[in-house]
């Protein structure tokens, strides 16, 4: 094992991390959590791997990535801890409507978490302006996400959402946040997409008195009123699980999202914490085909033309996943692993085109990372504006959303977690497939 | 062959020029209507957004222009832009490093001297452009075609040499640059201000301009004339990195952060606001003063949208007919002016 000062620091902050969770949700003493609740369950796998990768991987070749792209440096970082007022999420929960933009039927998961009664909000008397800035009107999980932001808004007759696509410009989304700021918004709630840019746009809203929640992805801002956190670690985790359980090995192809994006890091470390430990894996390519599923097409088109016998393709999203699933497709090389077996496509996401391969038995499985936080975000945000008005107490810095299983054609118990089938799925997003 | 449109002698014939300047006009219509319409538009927080915002496309702008003026075109502007200001940055880490410090501090800090850092920035800027000079005049490749493989080459290396990773600022001159107001303008646009008349000057006052824009005019019969026009040609395109290299000093001075995937499609704004100002895609045409207005122009009228509330899609929509009715007037008043 390589004794690195990361290394000891790591160890460091994994046993601390498992000192914390109660022995009785170890993984293993950990009983199947049927349902797929299993918030704890998946925390506790997440502290066991960190602590094993701190200790170092059996894995060169997935260690000489791990190490390149310092995952290290944010898996560290990157909060994993218990729901606000000990929440505890079941699979049926929620509400279903039309959302907004997209005219589709939406189930979204965690209506009930953090909850705001319909009808009025706050003061009454006064009418609350929350400016809602994301990019990416032309992707469905963003649409699904501003359509989430959109339904809570409507709930709440006294609540004014201004809802704005920064088309993937960071620049832009800091001039649109540095304009609501002139025109005094009560609350803003954003998606960045890249951490570093957006922190001194928040922090400018944040001095002006402006509270600030982001949803999914972190800012660089310190000052930041609350981040709504998504499952990344979890999801990592079993695309890692999953393969490790499936006892496929072999070549690995990655098609990952933009470097340094907290969805890229947070995933794909903790998908090679897990693989890391295995021998038999080995990173036969590594493309960043930012969450478009042409280039995710396009890298592993190439990658099939120079590697004959590929066995998996990992992917950061659903989009990378289907764009994957249609190179394959073409090249006619769906059963082309080593022993005729079927190379096996991770994903994440959970739309319901990736949910209809995943029960075709196309995509292996696929853990959701649902888009359907945005009402998180706008009740967060409401509550803030609360607290500063002295109507109710503020919410918690860290909003962790629950972790969710992962999703497999047929039903399977993983070191402790029960996958759920698709059928099972209520809340996949994006347009139905026939 | 048409030459520069800015008479030497200049004074009185100002004022019936501003007057006949429909971009001016259409500045005073964004103006009044958003005084008409929103509390803050005319706010000194907002006069001063749109300002900064003003001052990084139009820097881009400006730079660009030069090049256009000749005839030529720089596709790497947004490229050079965050390259440069990651190149900065990493040079003086290096030279600290060599110096015995340790300028990049946790969470990918840069603590180094950020004036050294700038001026690095910006000499590297200088030489992307003198690159890009060297490779369409000395190598005789198309401009378009160079500044397309600069460009593309460019993004690729800064991932590489950061790995894709940002690099912070810490508190000190580019929180100053970034946010610093005299006299009701930012620093950004004060620079920007000062670039523009520099240029303006050097195009219209000097045989240097005089020699750039009768290259764009026709260049052919400017070689014959004895004027060294791969000199000149480079000279442009090194004016054109050097506005990049500040454009992305001050673009960066506002997040405070950079990173190689920063201000893509950024060149597309700079061609707009450009041809919105009248620069002449074939050369030989235009004036910086216009190019100047055009980019306040250009972040008002998108800040006046913003403030209304619509849609970015539809903030793109107008800007394609700004340009649309650009080149319609354009063509129009040149078909009306005397031969």
């Known amino acids: ?434 | 062959m048409s030459i520069a449109t800015t008479p030497r002698h200049r004074g009185p014939a100002i004022i019936p020029q501003l007057i006949g300047n429909p971009l001016l006009w259409l500045l005073v219509l964004i103006l009044a209507l958003g005084l008409m319409t929103s509390p803050v538009f005319l706010s000194g927080n907002n006069i001063a957004n749109v300002l900064r915002n003003a001052a990084v496309v139009g820097l881009l702008a400006t730079g660009f222009s030069v090049v256009l003026l000749t005839g030529r075109i720089d596709l790497s502007i947004a490229s050079v832009m965050v390259f440069s200001v990651i190149a900065g940055v990493l040079l003086t880490t290096e030279a600290g490093r060599y110096l015995g410090y340790r300028w990049i501090v946790r969470g990918n800090t840069f603590a180094g001297p950020e004036a050294l850092a700038i001026g690095l920035c910006l000499a590297s800027g200088a030489l992307l452009g003198l690159l890009n000079g060297l490779g369409s005049v000395g190598l005789k490749i198309t401009s378009f075609i160079f500044t397309l493989i600069t460009m593309t080459a460019l993004r690729g290396v800064s991932y590489l040499i950061t790995n894709g990773a940002p690099v912070y600022y810490s508190e000190g001159l580019m929180r100053w640059l970034g946010e610093a107001v005299f006299f009701g303008l930012p620093v950004g646009f004060i620079l920007f201000l000062a670039m523009a008349v520099l240029l303006h000057l050097t195009l219209s006052g000097t045989v240097f301009g005089r020699r750039l824009m009768a290259i764009g005019g026709n260049e052919k019969a400017a070689r014959y004339s004895g004027i060294n026009t791969g000199l000149i040609v480079i000279a442009a395109f090194v004016i054109s990195g050097f506005c990049a290299a500040l454009a992305g000093v001050l673009f960066t001075a506002r997040l405070m952060s950079v990173e190689p995937a920063l201000a893509q499609g950024y060149e597309l704004i700079a061609i707009t606001i450009a041809v919105i100002g009248g620069i002449s895609l074939a050369g030989g045409t235009g004036s910086i003063p216009n190019v100047l207005l055009s980019a306040v122009t250009f972040s008002a009228g998108l800040n006046l949208l913003a403030i209304w509330g619509i849609a970015t899609w539809y903030q793109n929509l107008a800007i394609g007919i700004a340009l649309i009715a650009t080149v319609i007037l354009t063509r129009v008043l040149n078909k009306a002016k005397p031969s």
């Open chain 1, 1 to 434: 094992m390589k004794l690195t000062r990361r290394s000891v620091l790591g160890s460091a902050l994994a046993s601390t991390a498992l000192a914390a969770i109660p022995t009785g949700i170890l993984p293993h003493l950990a009983q199947a959590q049927t349902g797929g609740g299993g918030h704890s369950v998946l925390n506790a796998l997440i502290a066991q791997y960190a602590a094993a990768a701190a200790e170092g991987m059996k894995n060169a070749s997935v260690a000489a990535l791990y190490d390149r792209d310092a995952f290290t440096d944010y898996l560290e970082v990157y909060p994993v801890a218990d729901l606000v007022d000990g929440f505890d999420w079941k699979p049926g929960m929620g509400a279903t409507f039309t959302g907004p933009y997209s005219k589709l039927e939406i189930k979204a998961p965690f209506t009930d978490y953090i909850p705001l009664p319909e009808g009025p909000v706050l003061d009454p008397a006064k009418t609350y302006k929350i400016g809602f800035v994301f990019h990416g009107f032309n992707h469905p999980w963003l649409i699904a996400l501003a359509d989430t932001a959109a339904w809570e808004a409507a709930r709440h007759p006294n609540i004014e959402i201004e809802v704005v696509d920064a088309e993937f410009d960071d620049n832009k989304m800091g001039q649109i946040i540095d304009t609501w700021v002139t025109r005094q918004f009560d609350g803003i709630v954003l998606w960045p997409s890249r951490e570093a840019p957006m922190g001194p746009p928040v922090d400018r809203a944040i001095d002006a008195g402006i509270p600030v929640v982001s949803v999914d992805r972190r800012t660089s801002s310190q000052k930041i009123s609350s981040e709504v956190l998504g499952n990344f670690y979890a999801n990592g985790l079993q695309q890692g699980l999953y393969l490790k359980h499936s006892g496929q090995t072999g070549k690995i192809i990655l098609n990952r999202k933009d470097l340094g994006s907290t969805a890229d890091s947070i995933r794909t470390g903790a998908f090679l914490q897990v693989i890391g430990q295995e021998e038999g894996f080995e990173i036969a390519g590594n493309y960043h085909t930012n969450s478009q599923r042409s280039l995710a097409f396009q890298s592993t088109v190439d990658a099939l033309q120079a590697i004959r016998d590929v066995a998996v393709s990992f992917n950061t999203g659903g989009e990378e996943a289907m764009g994957a699933l249609d190179a394959i497709r073409e090249g006619n090389r769906l059963d082309s692993a080593p022993d005729g077996k079927r190379i096996a496509i991770l994903a994440n996401d959970d739309a319901k085109e990736v949910l209809h391969e995943v029960e075709q038995g196309n995509i292996a499985m696929v853990s959701p990372y649902t888009p359907l936080i945005g009402d998180i975000g706008i009740r967060t945000v409401l509550l803030h504006i609360g607290a500063k008005e002295g109507l109710n107490a503020a919410p918690p810095r860290l909003v962790l959303t629950p972790n969710l299983p992962m999703i497999t054609r047929e039903k399977m118990t993983i070191e402790g977690v029960e996958t759920m089938t698709p059928a099972e799925w209520p809340y996949a997003y994006g347009p139905a497939v026939a």
